[in-house]
């Protein structure tokens, strides 16, 4: 069929096959190999001597804890002969022998040990992959051309230069949805759609967007919000709030104002070519003087509130299929193109800022 169309040579005939390999494609016509920070573990799951398998960009890695407490995450196979050091691998002081013929690979990934010779094999190296632990959880930087990180991960609390910190908020409460069908970047679109606040979530009045910054690879969203009245309001009388900062298209963070106060991270991680895991965190604000046990009641069914609208637009991502060209009313053009053009930055193929970019990078045989 595609065949059929090249032989018109002619940019229309082009476009409209685009447009039908788009809609025909069950993956998302998007690499899931983008470049930035990316969960892939919270930090409690993984005690000091724990190895902790897991799948990730197509990946099979594994994450350890050292006697240290340092953390390595790094490809699962061993160089030797291919054990995977996830099953039966074990942490050795501050390396991690193999439960082959006891290698020992170090936190840089070099082979410091071999038990039967007298020196390693110092050649040899196991992929690692940078990593940070922020607000209970792990990160990594992923990039295929093996680049240095070049942006930092966002932290919920120092992000917003608000002298915050955890302490200033009860326990962390978690989401975690395994292997479902979506893009990174649909959870980020969120974030300029200010149409969907009132049919996902309920709100009475549609939000109204009063920042959006697609400057860099740290990019910022604020709007105007409520979930409170009737939609006689007008959002220009309305004074809550929220800020949100993307650390790429792995990580967002928000602080809500004007409401109970709230912080959230999601983070999208993608598995394999068409799957990616889904982590939605809530810290919920400590009211002093209040009855304590009262008062951290009220908050846990708040992060639980918080939880069930993230749910909601869970339900719709899970779902959906990536439209591009979108049919974009009119005053959705400008946020729509701004955060497609900037997520372009993140993948390797340069591949996702229009359906004609899509289908010439096809043509070449590098679809995303
Ligand atoms: S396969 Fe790992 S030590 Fe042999
Ligand atoms: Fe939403």
Redesign the pocket.
């Known amino acids: 069929m595609v065949a059929a169309f090249q032989e018109f040579h002619s940019p229309h005939y082009e476009f409209v096959a685009a447009l039908v390999i788009i809609r025909t494609m069950a993956k998302p016509p998007l690499s899931m190999k983008p470049t930035g920070w990316f969960q892939v573990a919270w930090s409690d799951e993984i005690a000091v001597g724990d190895v902790h398998t897991m799948t990730y960009f197509g990946q099979e890695m594994v994450a350890w804890r050292a006697e240290s407490g340092e953390l390595t995450v790094m490809n699962a196979?061993?160089?030797?002969?291919?054990?995977h050091?996830g099953f039966g691998?074990s942490v050795v002081g501050e390396v991690l022998?193999?439960?082959?013929?006891?290698?020992q690979w170090s936190q840089q990934g070099r082979n410091v040990r071999?038990p039967y010779q007298d020196r390693p094999n110092r050649g040899r190296r196991i992929r690692t992959y940078p990593v940070v632990e922020r607000n209970e959880s792990v990160y990594i930087w992923h990039d295929v051309a093996g680049r240095a990180p070049y942006f930092d991960a966002p932290d919920i609390f120092a992000g917003f230069n608000d002298g915050s910190s955890a302490d200033d908020y009860y326990p962390q409460q978690r989401l975690y949805r395994e292997r479902l069908e979506l893009h990174p970047q649909y959870v980020l679109e969120n974030g300029v759609d200010f149409a969907h606040f009132k049919y996902v979530h309920k709100t009475p009045i549609v939000p109204v967007f009063t920042r959006h910054d697609f400057a860099a690879p740290v990019s910022f969203v604020d709007f105007t919000i409520t979930f409170e009245g009737d939609d006689n309001q007008k959002i220009e009388d309305i004074d809550s709030r929220v800020e949100a900062v993307n650390g790429g298209l792995g990580i967002a963070v928000t602080k809500s104002w004007g409401m109970i106060d709230n912080r959230t991270i999601s983070a999208i991680t993608p598995v394999d070519e068409s799957t990616s895991d889904v982590r939605f965190m809530v810290y919920i604000g400590r009211t002093p003087g209040t009855d304590p046990v009262r008062a951290e009641t009220k908050a846990r069914e708040f992060g639980h509130e918080v939880i069930r609208q993230f749910e909601q637009d869970v339900e719709i991502w899970r779902h959906q299929r990536y439209s591009d060209p979108p049919a974009l009313a009119n005053a959705e053009h400008e946020g729509f193109t701004a955060i497609r053009q900037w997520a372009k930055q993140f993948y390797p193929d340069g591949i996702g800022g229009s359906a004609a970019d899509v289908y010439a990078a096809s043509q070449k045989g590098g679809t995303a």
């Not at 022998?97 to 290698?103: L, V």
Request: charged share 5%.
């Open positions: 196979y061993c160089e030797h002969l291919g054990a050091l691998g022998q193999c439960p082959f013929h006891g290698w071999i």
